[in-house]
């Protein structure tokens, strides 16, 4: 994914809680058929809100830490972040449509 950054445990507060524009996590785990499924979309994201939303993904499996802290108990899912915080949840694969509909609500 070459919009999309990889995020881990130990930089997530500076990636994604210290960011300055939105930012979309993408829960992951290898193997996993409906994250791979919406992988694509997650990385046309990417490029239709460069500049506006940072896209980052996380894999739960190496960075058991934030996706406790941020209760994600299925995948894949995604968060997006605003201003430190979460502000909002999107779990399962869903179409693109969903996502976007969400992102307008956080992303000007």
Not at 8 to 34: H, I, K, R, Y
Not at 83 to 94: C, H
Request: hydrophobic share 45%; net charge negative; proline share 7%.
């Amino acid at each position: 994914m070459g919009n999309v950054r990889e995020v881990t445990d130990n930089a997530f507060a500076q990636e994604v809680l210290q960011s300055t524009p939105p930012v979309l996590v993408d829960f992951w785990a290898d193997g996993c058929g409906p994250g791979n499924a919406i992988a694509p979309i997650v990385e046309e994201l990417a490029l239709e809100y460069e500049g506006r939303l940072k896209v980052m993904k996380l894999d739960v499996d190496e960075n058991p830490r934030t996706a406790s802290t941020y209760q994600v108990q299925s995948i894949p899912t995604l968060l997006v972040f605003k201003d430190g915080k979460p502000a909002e949840r999107i779990v399962g694969a869903v179409p693109k449509q969903v996502i976007v509909d969400t992102l307008h609500r956080v992303v000007a």
